[in-house]
Every structure is written in structure tokens, then in C-alpha cells.
């Protein structure tokens, strides 16, 4: 186990970096948003996470919802090893919301707490922002009552089913109010 430490050390250590944001509020996630995505995830907390099949299909996912990328080989990680992976993910999402605000608005903007982190959710779960403009544009202009209409989430199965993420959406909902 102690083999199988070090080589994932190694290689979590030669991640690089996410590039540095335009605007960012924090250089830290607050350790409560981290345990929310952690629940979200539904991923219990054990002595060793190891690959297993995505529910959405697609790439094989260890840890907290990380998507395992061509080239990249796991066989365990402790559950100190998936929070650091996690939070490698989050901040590369947090990355992607603003290039995204970048890229679409042409500004750079101070977001608040909330729209950060309810932005940087929806970019590490989806991978992008881009299915939901009109979501995006009522955080980045606090219109609640619009975000409550456009936050729900859904994924089409390998077998082409749509299913909600009702147990997401609503935990969602709740933190952040809507």
C-alpha cells in the first residue's frame, strides 16, 4: 500500500497546477463547499477509493466524481488522496467559470462567495457552463429567482434515458437557497 501511496503522490504532485484566474475571491475552497460537493458526489467516505463505473457513462471515475483522463492510471487512493484530487478538480473548475465569464461577457468580475462556488459546482459537474447560459447569467446578475427556474440538472443514460439529478438539484437548492 505504501508503493501504491507514493506513486500516486508522485503523481498528484506533477499535476500541473490550474492556470491563475483573472479575478478570484479566495485561493481556498472554504471546507464546508468542499464536504457539500463531497455529498453530492455521493461518494462514501472510505479507506480506499478505486475506479469505478460513471453513472452517466463515459470515463471511469475514482474519488470525488474525477473523471479519469486518458494517461492517467489509478488502481486506489486513500481518502486524503481523493479530497487533495478533488480539490485539484474543483480549483481547475473554478478556472473554467472564469474563462467562461471571460469568454461570454468579455469582463472580469469579483464574484461573490455563493456565485462562486454555485458556478464552480455546476463547472465541476458538468464540465463546462455552457448548457446552462441563462443559469449562469442570473448568478452573475443574483436574479435568485431566475437561477431557481434554470438549475435543475438531468443526464441522458448510455442507453439514452434522461434522469434528473433530483437527490443534486435539491441538495443544491437548499445550500444556496433556491
Known amino acids: 500500500m505504501e508503493g501504491a501511496r507514493a506513486i500516486l ?9 490550474p492556470p ?7 485561493t481556498n475552497f472554504a471546507p464546508d463547499f468542499v464536504a457539500f460537493v463531497k455529498n453530492l458526489e455521493q461518494a462514501q ?3 480506499v477509493h478505486k475506479p469505478h463505473k460513471s453513472p452517466e457513462g463515459g470515463a471511469a471515475t475514482i ?4 473523471k479519469i483522463k ?3 492510471k489509478f488502481t486506489a487512493l486513500t481518502d486524503a488522496q481523493a479530497t487533495k484530487l478533488l480539490t485539484h478538480d474543483l480549483e481547475q473548475a473554478r ?3 472564469y474563462d467562461h465569464i471571460k469568454r461570454v461577457y468579455d469582463l ?8 462562486e462556488e454555485m458556478l464552480t459546482e455546476f463547472a465541476f459537474n458538468l464540465g463546462s457552463l455552457r448548457a446552462f447560459p441563462k443559469f449562469v447569467d442570473a448568478v452573475l446578475r443574483e436574479d435568485w429567482a431566475k437561477a431557481k427556474q434554470e438549475y435543475r440538472r438531468s ?13 443534486r438539484n435539491q441538495l443544491f437548492a437548499q445550500r444556496y437557497g433556491l
Open 70 to 72: 486518458p494517461g492517467e
Open 95 to 97: 478556472q473554467k467559470v
Open 155 to 167: 443526464y441522458l443514460t448510455p442507453e439514452g434515458k434522461r434522469l434528473q439529478l433530483d437527490r
Open 63 to 66: 474519488g470525488y466524481g474525477h
Open 20 to 26: 491563475p484566474a483573472q479575478v478570484q475571491t479566495s
Open 9 to 17: 503522490e508522485a503523481v498528484l504532485a506533477d499535476l500541473p497546477p
Open 45 to 47: 467516505r472510505l479507506a
Open 108 to 115: 472580469q468580475l469579483r464574484l461573490s462567495r455563493k456565485q
